[in-house]
Structure formats: C-alpha cells, structure tokens
C-alpha cells in the first residue's frame, strides 16, 4: 500500500521509521511546509499539500501535523480525493468528526484516528468492540500524559512549579501548558470517546472543566495524609438518558486502578453491562506508542476491517 | 444466526440471557446432560449431543461444559459437522488448540476462545491486533481469580484458611480447589496466551509452577513492611529467541500496576515494540463477563471477522 505522510514532527518520523520496517507498506511523499526536509530522503519530500493530494497512486494519508485550520483543509481534501485518512489530531476530530466521517462515507474511504485519544492505548477500537454487545455508562480516563507527569512529580514532593519545568524539560510540556493544565486537551479526548460510546456529538464548548492550577502542596499533603491521590481526569456518564460530561481533578483511594497509573501513563475505565468494568493502560504520549496506533489503523484499512457505518445520531440530551 | 449451547451451568445461563437479548442470535438448542432442564424452555432442550451436531440448522455451537474428555470430543464433532465453536474451555484449548485450529481450517469454519482467558477481559482479541504491529517480548498475567481474591483477603489481615473459606462461601472457590491454588488453572491460561502470543506451542505440563499455599500470615505482614504486595502471576518471557513460561507467586511494589487488582479482578501485563506496556484489567470470573466475551466472539463470526489463519509454528526453543 502506498502512503504519504503530512508532517515530520516526532510522530510524522515515528510513522516513518515503523513503516519502512513493515513490507506492506510504502511511503511515497512526505509533507514538510517549512522545507526543513530529511536530506536522506530528498525526494520522498514536498512542502506542497497538492502534490500528495493529485497524487494518483497514494491510496493513503496519514495526517500528524496538529493544529486545525490547514490540518482539517488537508484531511478534507484527501477524502474528496479518495484517499484514506488516518489522524492523531484530536483537535480536528473533537470538533469535525460528523463531517469528516460523511465525507470518508461519500467517497468510499475510511477515516481512522487512535491515535487521537490515549497514545498507544487502543481504546478507540476496544470502545467499537465492546459496544457491539455491551451498553457502556460512564467513561472516566487520564488522557492527559503531562498533567498526569506533574501530579505525579508533586507527590513526590515537588512544588507544582518544578513539575512543571521537570515535565517541560522532559519535553513532555509545551512552553505554553494552558491546554495541558486547564484541561482542553482533556475536553477535545472525552469528547471524541463520548461521539464513539454514546452514539451523541458533544459541543467541546460545553464540557465543564476546571484547571489543576490550584492544587497546592498542601492539598497534595493533605491527600496523602488521607491515603488519597489526586488525578486530572476526563469522565462521561450516562444516566437516565442523560449524559454529563466533564474534565477536573478528583481524588482517588490509594487502593484505586489510577493510583498506580503514573507520569505519561493514561488509562481509560470503562464502566458497562453485561461486561462490568474494563481498564486500559499504556504510553499516552511518544513517538513510538503514538505511531504504533497510526500503523495499527493503517493495517486496518489495509486489511478492509474498517468499513465506518457508525453515524452520530444525537441520541441522548446533554446535561450542562 | 441459530446457535446451541452445550451446558446451562453458571456460563450457559448468562450466554442463553445475553442471547436471548440480542435480536440476531437464535439459541435453538441446549444441551443438559444431566436432564435438569429449564421448564420453561423444554422444547429447547436435549441430553444427546448428536441432536446438536446432525441439526443442519444450527450454525454455531458454544461449549461451556467445562471438563475435557466430553467437551473436547464435542468440540471435534461440531467442527466437522461444519459448525463454528465457541468455547470457554481453557483445559481443552490449552492442550488441543493445534488440533482443533487445524480442524477448523479443514472444515472452513471458525474456532473462538476469548473466554477461555480472563474473563470479560478482552485479551485474546487485543494479542491478535497488537501482534499485527507489534513484537511481544513478555505476558504477565494474574489470571486465576480465586487466588487472587484469597491474597487480597490476606493482605486486609485474613489468615490463608479464613480467606479460602470465604472464597469458597462466595462460590469463588471449588470444593476441591488445587488446580487454582497449584496454579494448574493459570498454567493453561498462559500456555494459551504464549501460544497466540509467541506462535509456539506449548507443552503445560513442562510450565514450572509453585502454589500459593506456603504463603503464611508472617509472609505477609512482612511484604506489608516493605511496602509491596504478593500477587499469584503467571508469565512467559522472550529473551534471545528462547521463551521462559512459568506461574509463581511474586512480590509488586505498592505503586505497582499489580498492585491495586484485588479480589475477582484479572489483569494482564504486555510488554510490546514499539507500543511499549499495555496493561489491561477486568472482571476474571462471574457469569456476565465470560458470557459477554462468548457473545463477542459469536457476533464476530457472524461478521465473519474470524477467518483464522493462525498456526502455531514452534518459533522459540522454550527455556526448562
């Protein structure tokens, strides 16, 4: 199968490495829009989006360039041109996947995105399995790795302020951490797994969120003194066909699965019937965890597994 | 799809529930051997296992009689009658797996065993994906939900007879419950896993195995000291192209993923490239779990998601 891949960030050089290694697939064209081009691969390497997407004999794009505006014109694009998309970019799926997902339907293709929502966790198609037989009723996941780095650092012991600059040296947090710390990250995630669970497009605007700007070393010391840990989490609830949405700390028994679920581990409970509670565990963030799930979704489509029926349908009301 | 079931024990009774739910799935026959039939649904049942396997309508049969010189010798017969299997039996799949695989083959219909391993837990499933990707260089599992729900009570200050006598009041525990506590169950649990995980075929009676049953109070209260728990676990290593298979109890720190899996949960450990560790937990034992998994595996045959095509190939030397 021939691919392209739009971005050569970590993840884009990820994606790259793994799939050199897998004999199935071969990448044809890589887009670099400032030009700082592998010279190893010159001619894999183009900073015009039309070339890979007039290009006849890509039968797939991988799209790992985050941000929304050119992200969501690309992925769009390659649809319209009948090329399947596989993405890691929750911003654009949070918001547009109703009409992405037409739009994959519409040309006949699929659009996967895994790796969107929880790195190397396979929530999203554990969550598509699951449903087939199970109702699910609440969702609650730490779907946030530099968050979950700086609790864990503060109860260790260090001041929020060092977890932050130790999580930004790790490279683990950006040099503006107003997404990671006030949960918009976390609200574009529970919104893309609630589309999935819940078969209800969620406005990420509405989701109610609170920050853990305010968790001070004394409520960290206070916590332990009570055989409590404090974790950033994202939940969704279903109950009485209404569902509630929300992204804030909450703190947990010592004894609890995310007790132990620490630094850039995410972890997804899903609460369901007849099936009872499910856990998933894994890498939230890196290059290689995050590739893996892009090149899991590739196989998929390789292997024609992933022919998308699944509609939003709005079928519960939203509490706000 | 018309189905039977042979066996209306716990299992049977949650997979006849759960079916009977699902509009696509007919059960028309139900094999009790011991002719205690739902009176109820008399005209469904039948103490002959031959009106099962010569009714042509029947297209897929699920085994949850447990034992295996009957059920093996059912299963073989189903399958040359040209019907899918189903089954939940981790004594028969983790000796004869080779053979019925094969016979599947032969006879161009699918075996399934999700529920043979952890429950509602999702494991075999998730291996076939994550192998697609990825190498898996180590399991480790806690997969016997008796033991474990014993070692929990014993870490809240139960002695090894209290917690076994409340194991078995709570129906967790057999009468005679040597296969779990030797380990002998998780012996067959992880031959199966190894088998799928590593495509190499292996022999349980050659898996090292040491039981729960040394492990005193005085044990305990001193891993409790040293901040770490016991865990009963089951596991097999892939170092240097040799595999090491083995079930013991062993010490977790108290920050361990292990760590917060008490009473009837299940967990398993993967260690993966290039996704990293995995971890996933749920309910080991109980009638809806497993019942949710053999419909799981029944729907994805009627997707016909299943085509099989896996052998085991002996790949490793296994490490004695």
Redesign the interface.
Known sequence: MKIAILGYGTIGK?VFQ?ACENPHLQVVKILEREERFDQNYLDLFTSNVDEIVNNQEIELVVEVLGGYTFAEDAIEKCLKAGKHVVTANKEVIAIDIENLLALAKTNNVSLAYEASVGG???II??LK??K???KISKITGILNGTTNYILTKMFEGNTFEEALLDAQKKGFAESDPTADLEGYDMMRKIAILSDLAFDTYIDINQIPQKGIKEISKEVVDEAKKNNQVIKFVCSAKLEENKLSVEVKPEYFPN???F????NEFNAVILE????????????GA?S??T???I??DI?DIKDN?YLENYQNINKYEINK
Chains 1, 2 share one sequence.
């Open positions: 990820g793994i190397g966790i396979p198609k554990n399995e699951i087939k037989v199970n004894n609890h699965f007790a132990s679920v620490n369901t019937y007849p099936n009872d509670e499910l856990i998933f565990i894994g890498k890196g290689l965890p590739s893996s799930a090149i899991a196989i597994l």
